[in-house]
């Protein structure tokens, strides 16, 4: 379904910008 692509596409940006924001250092 969309709504389940567009869910897996959200959840995989967050843990993109997490990933990020949890290390700085880079």
Known sequence: DRREFENDLAERFGALVK?????PDR
């Open 19 to 23: 990933m990020p924001l949890l290390q």
